[in-house]
């Protein structure tokens, strides 16, 4: 077995430059895939939904406790996985309305079998050039809640919306090889 040294210094031309960037916050894509040829698909007239977020939750998993008593000493053991299963994403609308189109044709399909979808949440790096190597797929989403938006003479905003869906289960998937 071979000797490994490490750099102990903290030099930043020594292991912290070896470090990749932070990844941003800010600098992601949300993408709904559709099963080919499903009725959704058909009535969406695409595969595919691509809804440019403004802001959009990863999801979370939280583990109940176990505990058991062993020779006077309490242990605890992780319990049930519960999923988040919400997701809210917020948007500004285009003036072409395609998103808002787009989820009002599902929220009305009405088609049980077909009325899920996968939602692909991708982070790119600081030059917007590049996805870093990680994707989050959320399985088995609808639209859960849809926000309303109100119009106003006196007001100059850009119209913002917001939707809430439901998933069954998430995964982090490594990207690069």
């Known amino acids: 077995m071979a000797n490994q040294r490490f750099d102990t210094s903290m030099s930043v031309f020594g292991h912290l430059s070896t470090l990749p960037d932070l990844a941003k916050q800010y600098l992601f894509q949300t993408r709904f895939i559709f099963e080919t040829r499903s009725e959704l698909a058909s009535i969406l007239d695409s595969n595919e939904l691509m809804i440019r977020a403004r802001q959009a939750s990863l999801p979370a998993k939280s583990f109940t406790e176990l505990d058991t008593q062993y020779m006077g000493t309490k242990l605890l053991y992780p319990g049930r996985a519960t999923v988040s299963g919400d997701l809210t994403i917020l948007w500004d609308e285009f ?43 959320l399985y088995r989403c609808w639209p859960k809640t849809i926000s309303d938006f109100g119009l106003d003479h006196n007001a100059d905003g850009k119209v913002t919306r917001s939707a809430t869906f439901s998933y069954s289960n998430f995964e982090i998937i490594r990207t690069d090889e």
């Open 95 to 137: 003036q072409d309305m395609m998103v808002s189109q787009q989820l009002h044709k599902w929220a009305n399909s009405n088609i049980a079998a077909d009325y899920c979808a996968t939602i692909e949440i991708k982070l790119y790096d600081s030059t917007l050039k590049k996805a870093l190597p990680v994707k989050w797929y």
